[in-house]
Every structure is written in structure tokens, then in C-alpha cells.
């Protein structure tokens, strides 16, 4: 066997296998990357709809006391 073809085979194994770790390593670090991003999204979701929420109840709130106020008058009118 020539020497180029013994050194190919000796260091093909090895190299091989640092560039499967190599690929796997950059495809882990980008699906942490999306999981952040989604994460964010949906913490972001939540504190919008939380904010909405608490816009909705008090606005209930308002119109509670409004309908309140209308029962007093109109036991007044009767």
C-alpha cells in the first residue's frame, strides 16, 4: 500500500467523525437558538394577554358600577 493511501485511511476515520460532531453540534446549537425565539414569543403572548385581561376586567368592572347606577335610577322613576 502507498504511503498516501495509508495516511488517507488513518486520518479519514477520525476527521470523519469531528465533522459529524461538528454537524450535529451547530444543528443542537440552532434548534436552542429556535427554542429560544419560540419561548420568547410565547412569553410575550402572555404578557399581552395577561395586560388584556386585566383591560377587560376593569373595564367590566366600569360597567358594572354604570349598570348599577341605571338599577338605582330607574327604582327612583318607579
Known sequence: M????????IFLLPVTALLIFGMRFVAQMQQAKLRHQSDEAYRQLAERSIAAQAETAAALADLKTRIIAIEKILKEVE
Open 2 to 9: 502507498s504511503e498516501p493511501i495509508y495516511l488517507l485511511t
